[in-house]
């Protein structure tokens, strides 16, 4: 079994539509907690990461941590055309046994529709 | 600043030969990650280097190695190629590579795709 679990997708919405994204995962001691975007061609490119449980808001995006449930999820309000792309969340612990490594979910497709 | 930078972008190799593929940080950054890209295994850790030394490694066998050089560039190598070993390989790099008090972010390169016919 994967430490990092992600819904698989595709998705397929309407523009403006909220979008949710989720993983879980099973390593306790992973700490933090991210969420990458990734075109066609290009490498993942870190849109948000957090620390603790809870949420953390940036514009259209929420990312929100439950630690107790080893769940994490990425909410994307007013989703526009330009949002589609493959989303990768992503996790790591601390120290260096964890040096530059970070766990990835296999990614989720989005597609948003005009 | 410009960004991480992989060469070649695409590479087609037959199986049983070797290739080398090579990683131009961040100017400042000092540790550098290897990542493998494939449809049926999503993105999994490689090894990660720092002041050219390898601090971690993941489950991948000996036939892929690195190395780092004193300006951070780094170069991964695979030997003996597999059909299986077709994939995207990404290059990252930080500024520590370890997470501790603060996050490290991770910056990523384009990736070089590898072919193995």
């Known amino acids: 079994q994967k430490e990092v679990e992600q819904d698989p997708g595709p998705l397929s919405v309407p523009e403006g539509a909220i979008v949710s994204l989720n993983c879980t995962y099973s390593n306790s001691a992973f700490q933090y907690f991210m969420w990458y975007r990734q075109y066609s061609r290009k490498g993942p490119e870190l849109l948000m990461y957090?620390?603790?449980?809870g949420n953390k808001e940036d514009g259209r995006f929420t990312a929100q941590v439950d630690k107790s449930s080893k769940y994490i999820s990425l909410f994307i309000r007013d989703s526009q055309p330009s949002d589609s792309a493959t989303y990768l969340c992503a996790m790591s612990g601390w120290g260096d046994t964890n040096a530059g490594k970070s766990t990835f979910g296999d990614g989720t497709t989005l597609t948003v529709k005009p | 600043k410009a960004g991480v930078t992989q060469t070649p972008r695409y590479l087609i190799k037959t199986r049983g030969q070797q290739v080398t593929l090579s990683c131009s940080p961040i100017?400042?950054?000092?540790?550098v990650s290897w990542y493998q890209q494939t449809p049926g295994q999503g993105l999994q850790f490689l090894f990660e280097?720092?002041?050219?030394?390898?601090?971690n490694k993941g489950n991948f066998p000996g036939r892929f190695s690195g190395r780092q050089f004193s300006n951070s560039r780094s170069e991964m190598n695979v030997s003996t190629l597999e059909l299986g070993d077709s994939a995207l390989y990404l290059c990252?790099?930080?500024?520590?590579?370890?997470?501790?008090?603060?996050?490290?972010?991770?910056?990523f390169g384009p990736g070089t795709r590898l072919t193995v016919l």
């Open positions: 280097y720092f002041s050219e030394t390898q601090r």
């Open positions: 990252a790099s930080s500024l520590r590579g370890t997470s501790g008090a603060s996050y490290n972010e991770q910056f």
């Open positions: 957090t620390y603790s449980s």
């Open positions: 100017s400042g950054h000092r540790s």
